[in-house]
């Protein structure tokens, strides 16, 4: 009993010290983690930033900031091809290590930072971090997004290719200074509209963001970026429950509504089952045809989100590549001018084709070298090492910690060549261009390729070489840098030019 009594005063003459000096306590307990991560932890002799050993706020702060991508392009370079840029996190620039870490069936899974991303309820392909439910929602969504799938899209592709072409006549006949990078994105838009749901809904024709479509996926995906970065703290923001019931009173976001908008409009439709018509097989009736084959597998719900990540994601990945090429080609005139001639030279189709694109070797040498040097993608691709640990370029690391890729980093590699930093097609026409093609990772790599890659380098391939054909651009202001920041995607803009029709 004696001993009880002792025991129980010591515990209250702690307790009490604790409530009296509370402040001096939290900061020895962040001192005490502080000093273990940076000095014991496993990951301690990676070189990095002081701050990232010790919390994963400069991560979150450098996606507030909106440069991440050049953040770790300086880090690669002070620190060497590893660097450790959270406690338990490294990020890794080569492109051997890149390989294995997102090589499909390597037993490296996605981590927390993909569940920041909405809708909460229905992850899509990109959000899903469970591999087999990953794998049921792409056996069907891969169909609709192949390239012959995409091809047979073509002639209303096109009629968007049409509309834009005329309205960059307009610009040429009026000699008004012309906005090319945001009509590239509502042309991007567009597209994904007749692709995915047989409905353009008029960006290029009003040269607006419709419903702030474009802004809205701007900040929400900056939100993302951020939280993603420190994932715990989606549970006191948007998912709190006082946040949910606050959305509650509002309006879906336009892109939900326009998601949910088709899925009710095809449901209605008697005639032609899942398609407005029976010709045209969108990404939206071929998604709710493999739901309807197995639901058990493809549900309703899954239909929704992968509807919505099209909208989501479909066209800003898109317009930002483009809108780097085109930069980087009227920042160069002597590119500009080997390019035009070659696509002048070629005699191509009034809509060209795939095919055709194929056969202009200096364009797709600069298409590359757009992707290679300005990524779509700004922030890092994080996945978990498996639990018994994994090689990674040759080297052995430990299960649980976090293994991270910055395409910007990796894309500036001496596997590249000379002069990394520049805009140079020709690295892509001579030498081991396959081995440089294998280590590109616009679209991701390995198992989790983006999905929309084939509609996204069919559109590319198609405008580009037809905007060239027919016009001359010049950059309004020559030696200006386009203004960007990151917030998954890279987001542009200032790409302004004069246009003149050619002669």
């Not at 440069?67 to 660097?83: A, M």
């Not at 927390?112 to 794998?135: G, V």
């Not at 002597?334 to 060209?352: F, Q, T, W």
């Not at 405008?463 to 001359?472: A, G, K, S, Y």
Request: hydrophobic share 40%; glycine share 8%.
């Amino acid at each position: 009993m004696v001993n009880d009594g002792t025991s129980s005063a010591l515990v209250a003459d702690i307790l009490v010290l604790v409530k009296n000096n509370v402040v001096l306590f939290l900061v020895l307990l962040v001192l005490s983690r502080c000093i273990y991560h940076r000095y014991f932890h496993p990951l301690s002799k990676y070189p990095g930033p002081l701050a990232c050993s010790c919390t994963r706020l400069w991560k979150a702060w450098s996606v507030y900031n909106g440069h991440t991508e050049l953040d770790f392009i300086d880090l690669h370079r002070k620190y060497g091809s590893i660097v450790r840029v959270a406690p338990n996190e490294l990020s890794f620039a080569s492109p051997k290590a890149a390989h294995d870490i997102l090589a499909p069936g390597n037993g490296f899974t996605k981590t927390e930072f993909y569940k920041a991303f909405p809708p909460k309820h229905a992850p899509d392909i990109f959000t899903e971090t469970r591999e087999w439910k990953h794998a049921a929602m792409k056996r069907v969504a891969v169909v609709p997004y192949s390239l012959a799938s995409v091809q047979k899209m073509s002639p209303w592709i096109e009629d968007v290719q049409n509309e834009f072409i005329a309205k960059i006549g307009e610009y040429a006949d009026s000699g008004r200074v012309c906005d090319l990078g945001d009509l590239l994105h509502y042309f991007a838009f567009d597209v994904i509209g007749e692709f995915a749901f047989s409905q353009r809904y008029g960006f290029v024709a009003q040269e607006r963001d419709i419903g702030g479509t474009i802004k809205l996926i701007d900040n929400v995906q900056w939100y993302d970026g951020i939280v993603g970065q420190v994932p715990e703290l989606r549970h006191v923001l948007r998912e709190s429950p006082v946040f949910q019931y606050l959305l509650t009173l509002l309006s879906p976001p336009q892109v939900t509504q326009m998601a949910l908008g088709e899925i009710a409009k095809r449901k209605k439709n008697k005639t032609d089952g899942f398609f407005l018509e029976p010709e045209r097989r969108d990404l939206l009736g071929q998604l709710m045809e493999g739901s309807a084959r197995d639901p058990g597998k493809f549900s309703e719900m899954d239909v929704f989100s992968v509807a919505h990540g099209a909208i989501g994601a479909g066209a800003d990945s898109t317009a930002s590549t483009m809108q780097s090429f085109f930069h980087f080609i009227l920042s160069n005139p002597e590119i500009h001018r080997k390019l035009s001639e070659e696509i002048r030279g070629a005699h191509l189709s009034p809509n060209v084709t795939w095919a055709e694109a194929q056969d202009l070797p200096y364009f797709q040498a600069c298409l590359l070298e757009a992707m290679r040097l300005r990524p779509a993608v700004g922030l890092s691709i994080p996945r978990y090492v498996p639990k018994g640990g994994a090689m990674i370029d040759g080297t052995n690391y430990p299960g649980g910690i976090v293994a991270s890729i910055n395409g910007w980093a990796v894309h500036r590699d001496a596997l590249f060549g000379d002069n990394v930093d520049q805009f140079r097609p020709e690295r892509w026409l001579s030498g081991d261009v396959r081995d440089m093609k294998k280590h590109m990772y616009q679209f991701g790599g390995g198992g989790h390729l983006c999905i929309g890659r084939n509609l996204a380098q069919f559109e590319m391939n198609k405008i580009i070489p037809q905007l060239l054909e027919n016009f001359d651009f010049e950059l309004v202001y020559p030696g200006r840098p386009v203004k960007s920041h990151s917030t998954f995607f890279v987001v542009q803009s200032g790409l302004e030019v004069f246009v003149r029709r050619r002669k």
